[in-house]
DNA sequence: GCATATAGTTCAGATTGAAAACTAATTCAT
DNA sequence: ATGAATTAGTTTTCAATCTGAACTATATGC
């Protein structure tokens, strides 16, 4: 559901199923059955609904409905009137006032957000601040602040808030909230006083990678509700990618898959910084598309600018070097495609920017690498601006709310 | 556990947890919690062994365990002698006379085995045949009469069989027991009549591919025991492949993932026969690399004999052409190492035979091109033998009946 | 106003594992 | 030998939880 590794093993944990997991279990799947009908805001499911929609009594839903409500995480959404005979339900719907925090670190910025349990955005700040360089305990202190005013907009409005996630642009260690490496921001082996951030909140704060959380906001908010296994490779100062499978997150052994960056694409192409050679990033990093365009140096959000204004132009150098990194685009995805067993991608980050120029060019590339295997409709550029590591980051902290219900305090 | 896909995505199951379904998972932990020591054949768990192994209570614990002896699943081995004092305790071990079937198709042979629950291979039959362009009803008829020799073996022995597993060399659907594709055998879309091959097995038999069992009983009896998470690499015809993580087969959305033959490894390489360019497959598939060491045409083993022989004679061309095949299974592994984050290689099928040779030149394209990724220690050569998917898919077979005791009847 | 229909609650019954008391079988010290 | 100590396994009681049936509550429609 959220970032977890989804690669278990262990056979036999050491922790048994007891009577009680069974309820655990059936808190999960209630709160599962409520929260789908979220998207459809007017037809609150009833506990009739959620008793059909999960195979469990009436009577049993009653008593696990009773217990979410009483832990806040439930609340009722008025009689529905459906014209029907006979006595009316009542509307569950997951507690408006409750929320988690999303937060975003990145270059040029930092954020944070307010997600109430319904999936709605209640607030919103930025910070823009050039963080390449900065120390971690400043970019955290500076984050720490942002926070504080989100969590006041939270008590303004009576969400009490649960948890939250963060989102870096780099290898993280879930479990440790550490940062292993985070190159543009020149990182390196960082454990983030992630305990700071919201003391108050009873799940904490979670710290996850930047195109993980990019590639699942699209799985939850974009284009995942066509595709449930797909590639997301996310345009940023390097190529960071994400893996949607059955519409999960794979994370790998240690939560470090997606880096579709670094697959090779050319064994002669140049040098890599990761110590390789012929990586995508070195085709399709904003660097090698400004070099190859032949944009000046500058700000990146400028020479974005401009690339952009080109390629509008039709200038062909800038047509050209786009149409190059959509085609080692869509070499890389070829070869994920075939060992992953996927059949669609989504472009995002400053892809996004380049969409109409660079999805035909990723097409062509697939069809000359693996014919057959991703059919050009399922080639996708997102539609998520730069919030998408916001929203994927509380959609994860969300989804483990979700996950372990029982683990909150029942007065709530 | 065994092949099914891993990738399951929905939270919400439609079937409900009730009360029994503890028994059924606390059934499968102590299973497990039995199985985990098959392979130290003298010091079988007792009941309290398993009730602290499982954390389960000792009364809980005996209730299972008899239940699971009811279903002649387990066995008592006779009293442990520890010479420690106290009351000796009675070892449990899964029973020896209940058993799975692991078949395998292959371009030049089929065969089956026999595997107890214990895990010892007690029957084992091969039947040389070249089946590329024979029908599949002809040698599912072939197999169906080795099967029932086996069968026969079986019921000699007085062990009865639960299920069976067969594995082919081409694109699978478990679930319809339908062949997509299997190029070297030359069919298409075929519907195989499994339920013909077990008739009395109440679990039926599954259909798998060939390198996903080879990969599988790699982990199972091979280097498994060493690494989680690998790339497991079968040199057939074609290149094939397997990946593993965390202990478990990755199958992919729709079974069919750990095609690494088809990673492009050269953009502006040969064309190959999956109508791409640049495969692995067009530089370490069995034509490349005797073409490459100028072994001329002739059968398949003779070819190989031929070229072991002249790399054991230090002939340069040979040499070279298998360090040339290493070298792009280095590349193809140093992008699948950065895309799912693993961190081994494991070399299978005819890249055994070469392996001194070719295993060295896999480390150097693994340090040319993810250097720090995968170490030198973590390329491994397989030992397993031409049984290696036959072995993968009665495991496969067995843990599937070891996942799901409570379908049994209970008078076995 | 009354039959009908649907929502939700209450209560007895069954399944299950935990905990504790109990029985069984062995070693060790005297 | 004999009894204390120790460990294995069983029996009994209890609490948690779901199911199913009976019941109450609230609506529509004739």
Redesign the pocket.
């Given at each position: 559901m959220s970032l977890e590794k989804n690669a278990d093993g262990g056979a036999a944990r050491p922790v048994?199923?007891?009577?009680?997991d069974?309820?655990?279990?059936?808190?999960v799947r209630v709160l599962a059955a409520i929260a789908q009908a979220r998207t459809d805001p007017q037809r609150h499911p009833?506990?009739?609904?959620v008793a059909s929609l999960t195979?469990?009594?009436?009577?049993?839903?009653?008593?696990?409905?009773?217990e979410l409500a009483d832990s806040g995480l439930v609340m009722e959404s008025g009689?529905t009137?459906d014209?029907?005979?006979?006595?009316?339900?009542?509307g569950l719907k997951l507690s408006t006032n409750r929320g988690v925090v999303g937060m975003e670190i990145n270059v040029d910025y930092i954020s944070a957000g307010l997600l109430d349990l319904g999936g709605t955005l209640r607030a919103d700040k930025t910070l823009e601040c050039g963080n390449r360089g900065r120390s971690p305990e400043s970019v955290m202190a500076l984050l720490a602040g942002l926070v504080s005013e989100v969590a006041s907009d939270a008590a303004a409005a009576g969400i009490e808030i649960l948890g939250g996630g963060l989102a870096v642009p780099g290898l993280v260690e879930t479990a440790s909230g550490t940062v292993s490496s985070a190159p543009n921001l020149q990182w390196h082996n960082v454990a983030l006083g992630l305990g700071g951030l919201l003391p108050d909140a009873p799940l904490g704060t979670a710290l996850y990678n930047e195109a993980n959380c990019a590639a699942l906001a699209e799985l939850w908010y974009g284009h995942g509700l066509d595709f449930r296994d797909y590639l997301f490779v996310s345009g940023e100062v390097g190529v960071g990618g994400g893996l949607v499978i059955g519409s999960r997150l794979f994370a790998g052994p240690h939560g470090q898959a997606g880096e579709v960056g670094h697959v090779v694409v050319d064994p002669s192409g140049p040098d890599c910084s990761c110590g390789g050679r012929g990586c995508l990033e070195t085709f399709a990093g904003q660097e090698a598309i400004f070099a190859e365009a032949g944009i000046p140096a500058g700000t990146a959000s400028a020479r974005l600018e401009q690339l952009e204004e080109r390629l509008g132009a039709g200038n062909t150098a800038a047509t050209s070097a786009v149409a190059r990194a959509g085609r080692y685009l869509g070499i890389a995805a070829a070869s994920t495609a075939r060992l992953m067993d996927l059949s669609a991608v989504v472009l995002g980050g400053h892809f996004t920017r380049m969409g109409p120029w660079i999805a035909p060019a990723v097409v062509r590339g697939l069809a000359e690498y693996a014919p057959g295997l991703v059919s050009p409709g399922r080639v996708a550029v997102s539609e998520l601006g730069q919030s998408a590591a916001l929203l994927g980051a509380a959609g994860s902290a969300l989804r483990s709310v979700l996950a372990a219900p029982y683990s909150l305090a029942p007065a709530g």
């Open positions: 048994p199923a007891r009577v009680e069974v309820r655990r279990g059936n808190l009833t506990r009739a609904d195979g469990l009594t009436k009577a049993s839903v009653s008593s696990l409905v009773a009689a009137r014209g029907e005979r006979g006595r009316p339900g009542v």
